[in-house]
């Protein structure tokens, strides 16, 4: 089990940018995949995007795509979302998740198996 702390939230007007930090412990970071969701309240928890293992492949929904970008240093056990032209329907509860495995081909919140506490953002009109 690989234990994930996010941070980086907050309120930002709409145009803004936000970049959320999420940082492992506990096991090897360069065995997990690493994806970012995100729950609006009333809504089903959102796929954002993924990152493989060393970082040289990803994944996003078409939601974000364009706009929100991720990234990992493995050395520093932390992965990255960044966020730009960020728009109100963009508020919500903001999760990093681990898998271990190679395969980036993972959509379903339910294909990850640590997350962490989540952050919020909130963007303003």
């Known amino acids: 089990q690989v234990q994930l702390v996010e941070s980086g939230g907050g309120l930002v007007q709409a145009g803004g940018s936000l970049r959320l930090s999420c940082a492992a412990s506990?096991?090897?970071?360069?065995?997990?995949?690493m994806a970012w969701f995100r729950q609006a309240p009333g809504k089903e928890r959102e796929f954002l995007g993924v990152?493989?293992?060393?970082?040289?492949?990803?994944y996003y929904a078409d939601s974000v795509k364009g706009r929100f970008i991720i990234s990992r240093a493995n050395g520093l056990n932390t992965a990255w979302l960044q966020m730009d032209s960020l728009k109100p329907e963009d508020t919500a509860v903001y999760y990093c998740a681990a898998a271990r495995g190679f395969s980036i081909q993972r959509t379903s919140w339910r294909s990850y198996t640590d997350w962490g506490q989540g952050t919020q953002v909130t963007v303003s009109s």
């Open positions: 990152i493989n293992w060393n970082g040289d492949d990803t």
């Open positions: 506990g096991r090897t970071f360069s065995d997990y995949i």
